[in-house]
């Protein structure tokens, strides 16, 4: 079976992409690079034996993604990863977002249609519970106003989704992820921030090896047992696995509607201390960090209830925050050896 996953040679798409190649499918991958490098398909390569196809072009770009499809439309079913993923740039360069991540999914939706391809796994975020009245965040709990354009990309990218799925031979499955972080065991693939990170783990990771001075923690005035803010931290690898479930799902005709939503974390939350002390813990390095104000437009605290994942899709985040902390480790210690 083809698979064709956009935004593959990126953080959560080479994971999953190992994974499927593992299941012996055989994946197509499609990225403009960027924000990724050519390096990981030999990357993957180097963890499976297997170097994935690989068509570079980007995906807003309606001729050539219609002549993509056309060539390839023995395609089974398509993760679509490919997107730009920076709340704060979002802010700043709304159209850039908007255009991206909408263009390239309705050019993808369009050569579903021509080509008779029916299924469609789509990364969606948690971004879209906001902050939730009640935790942990259930599939139906209500959406909120989407705080910056990249989250809107998300909650419009689900509606179109569901829209052109009623009216056409489309079946999805929109996975809406908690906060990936880690790598690859194996330390041969893993995320690669450009610039300064936004996101805790690799800020965590850098401040460790000494590319930055010393983490900032972003408020410790929040309603929490210790007063900084909560997170449900998902292994990236248990992430993939999740994903090539879907694809089971979608190819087998197990989906009961057209459009499935799960969420995806381990259900529990933990605080930016108890990563901090995770992280301490597992690698031995003292970390240098001070608390700060509040990050405009952060939540105090979110995580998944994960009931309808592990029932529905039969999926569990198998991996501790422990185990996640420690790839994360490895893996910045790997980049930091190839320089
Ligand atoms: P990433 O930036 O590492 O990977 C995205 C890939 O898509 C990159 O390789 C990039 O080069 C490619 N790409 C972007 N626009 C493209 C285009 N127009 N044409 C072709 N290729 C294009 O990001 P990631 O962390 O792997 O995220 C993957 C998906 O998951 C994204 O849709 C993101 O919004 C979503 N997501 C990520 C997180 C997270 O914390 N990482 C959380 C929730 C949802
Ligand atoms: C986690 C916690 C920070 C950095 C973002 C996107 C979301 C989703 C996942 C795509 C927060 C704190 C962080 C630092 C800190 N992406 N922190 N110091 O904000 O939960 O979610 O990534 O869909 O849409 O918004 O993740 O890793 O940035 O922050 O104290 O230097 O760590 O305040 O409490 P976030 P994060």
Redesign the pocket.
């Known amino acids: 079976m083809k698979i064709l996953v956009?935004?593959?040679?990126?953080?959560?798409?080479?994971h999953t992409v190992v994974e499927l190649q593992s299941k012996g499918y055989e994946v197509i991958i499609?990225?403009?690079?960027?924000?990724?490098s050519i390096e990981?398909l030999d990357n993957i390569a180097k963890i499976t034996g297997k170097k994935p196809l690989f068509e570079?072009?980007?995906?807003?770009?309606p001729l050539k993604t219609a002549s993509f499809f056309a060539k390839h439309s023995d395609i089974c079913a398509i993760i679509?990863?490919?997107?730009?993923?920076a709340v704060g740039e979002s802010v700043d360069l709304p159209l850039k977002y908007y255009r991206?991540?909408l263009?390239?999914l309705m050019n993808i939706l369009q050569g579903m249609i021509d080509n008779g391809i029916a299924n469609i796994v789509?990364?969606?975020?948690?971004?879209v519970y906001g902050q939730p009245e009640s935790l942990p965040a259930r599939e139906d709990t209500p959406i909120q106003k989407a705080a910056s354009p990249?989250g809107n990309?998300?909650q419009i990218s689900e509606e179109i989704i569901t829209d052109t799925s009623s009216g056409f031979n489309i079946h999805a499955i929109l996975l809406?992820?908690?906060?990936?972080?880690g790598a690859h065991e194996s330390a041969i693939i893993g995320?690669?921030p450009l610039g300064v990170p936004n996101?805790l783990m690799p800020y965590i990771t850098q401040t460790a090896i000494g590319i930055r001075p010393f983490l900032r923690v972003w408020g410790n005035d929040y309603s929490t047992p210790d007063g900084t803010a909560i997170r449900d931290y998902i292994h990236?690898v248990d992430l993939a696995k999740a994903h090539v479930i879907a694809v089971e799902r979608l190819t087998g005709h197990k989906s009961e509607k057209k459009v499935e939503v799960f969420n995806l974390g381990t259900g529990n939350g933990f605080s930016v201390l108890e990563v901090i002390q995770s992280f301490e813990r597992m690698s031995g390095v003292k970390l240098n960090y001070e608390i700060k104000e509040r990050r405009p437009g952060d939540i105090e605290q979110v995580w998944a209830d994960t009931e309808f994942a592990n029932l529905t899709l039969g999926w569990k985040a198998e991996k501790t925050l422990d185990e996640m902390t420690v790839s994360a480790w490895k893996w910045e210690k790997a980049l930091a050896e190839k320089k």
């Open positions: 956009t935004g593959g040679t990126g953080y959560i798409g080479s499609v990225d403009n690079l960027s924000n990724s990981v570079n072009f980007d995906l807003t770009d679509h990863f490919a997107a730009f993923k991206n991540n263009v390239s789509f990364s969606s975020s948690c971004t990249y990309t998300k809406r992820y908690f906060n990936p972080i995320e690669l996101c990236v």
